[in-house]
């Protein structure tokens, strides 16, 4: 690579610092919350803003969610590289903290983690290389879905869509503080378990007391049962509902769940045991029926993405950055790119930790670097 482009990209970014800040305060202090979608919409407004003119935009409405959109610069027979982001956060409008902070060298904000740091590096990046060079030359397609946070299940057919049609594939959740990128995350399976009881005033009662809250704790008890010890395959009972009033034998009673496995044969295997939960009632009379509501394939190394991550490696430590491969349990939309056969990198946004706290930050000179590292990356690949 020409050494006075990396020199004008490096120069470029320290004098657009405060841009960047600001474009990032902006993101974090609205509140994007994935059922929010006014929220959701308004962030998608200010990365259409921000994003350069000869990009072709796409919106496509959604009723449920935030819209999706998705930008590209195609060059004529070149396969695109995917740059993938997020508008929506977990972070709910009454979690009492609404703004971005500065707190020594970090930002502490709703959101900024993950993802809306991450989505500034995207679109900083592209606007350096406008700046600096011009992408006439490259070719690039962006998705910003509204969705990611739940599952994508309005937006998955977007990346899968891409399989057989791209080069590579960045996505830019954070990195860890310890200057991590992710080449493999778990894949995941979200159910909800509906139990039904018989409804009687408890006082009353006289023969066999049919509660769906008395189920809904022995299967919470079981469900966690089968989580590993080698943490090869997790579960989670994260939310419970039931009962009308301490007097009342519950009628009804709901649990959401999730699991999350390295290797499909596992999730498989553990989907087979929780059938058989789920079709067998300990408390007699109740009956039960189980709902997947998301799934999300792991994301595997393989040889392209490898070498993609030697590149990402040898290119940080020229800039100064020294880079280091994470597997992450966490679940992103780098599952499903690998999932349809694109090198996939993650974890390209800047880092930080502490995801859906009051606490939640990036480390503020990160974000200049990672805009840094994707500028060059980008004209890496493309060479």
């Not at 700046?131 to 946070?149: A, P, Q, T, Y």
């Not at 989580?227 to 009804?252: H, I, T, Y």
């Not at 992450?328 to 999932?339: E, I, K, N, P, Y």
């Amino acid at each position: 690579m020409n050494n006075k482009v990396r020199i004008a990209i490096h120069n470029f970014i320290n004098d657009n610092r405060d841009e960047m800040l600001l474009f990032l305060e902006e993101l974090v202090n609205c509140n994007s919350f994935t059922y929010n979608k006014r929220g959701v919409d308004a962030v998608g407004e200010m990365v259409i803003r921000e994003m350069p003119d000869c990009f072709c935009h796409e919106r496509i409405s959604n009723e449920s969610y935030g819209d999706h959109h998705i930008f590209t610069h195609i060059r004529s027979g070149i396969p695109p590289i995917v740059l993938a982001g997020h508008l929506d956060t977990l972070c709910h409008e009454d979690m009492g903290f609404n703004c971005l902070t500065a707190k020594g060298n970090k930002l502490v904000g709703p959101g900024v983690n993950d993802m809306k740091g991450g989505n500034a590096t995207l679109i900083w990046a592209l606007k350096t290389l406008e700046s600096c060079l011009g992408i006439e030359n490259l070719s690039i397609v962006c998705i910003f879905n509204s969705d990611e946070e739940i599952g994508s299940p309005s937006s998955s057919h977007i990346f899968k869509a891409l399989q057989g049609k791209a080069k590579a594939a960045l996505v830019f959740e954070c990195g860890a503080p310890s200057d991590t990128v992710v080449t493999s995350r778990k894949g995941h399976r979200r159910y909800r378990l509906c139990i039904t009881g018989q409804s009687m005033h408890f006082g009353n009662l006289k023969g066999p007391k049919i509660s769906a809250v008395q189920e809904l704790a022995a299967k919470v008890l079981a469900i966690e049962a089968l989580n590993r010890s080698d943490n090869s395959v997790v579960l989670n009972v994260g939310r419970v509902e039931g009962g009308l009033a301490s007097n009342v034998v519950a009628e009804k009673a709901t649990m959401d769940f999730e699991v999350r496995f390295w290797e499909t044969f596992e999730g498989d295997r553990v989907f087979k045991m929780i059938q058989e939960l789920a079709l067998t009632p300990t408390v007699p009379g109740c009956e039960l029926s189980l709902e997947r509501l998301s799934y999300r394939p792991p994301m595997k190394q393989t040889l392209d993405s490898m070498r993609l991550l030697k590149n990402i490696v040898t290119l940080g430590r020229e800039l100064g950055q020294e880079i280091k491969e994470e597997k992450r349990g966490g679940v992103s939309d780098a599952c499903w790119l690998s999932h349809v056969d694109v090198p996939t990198i993650d974890g390209l946004g800047p880092l930080g930790d502490l995801d859906c706290t009051s606490d939640e930050y990036i480390i503020t000179e990160s974000l200049f670097k990672r805009v840094e590292l994707t500028a060059n990356l980008l004209l890496l690949i493309m060479d």
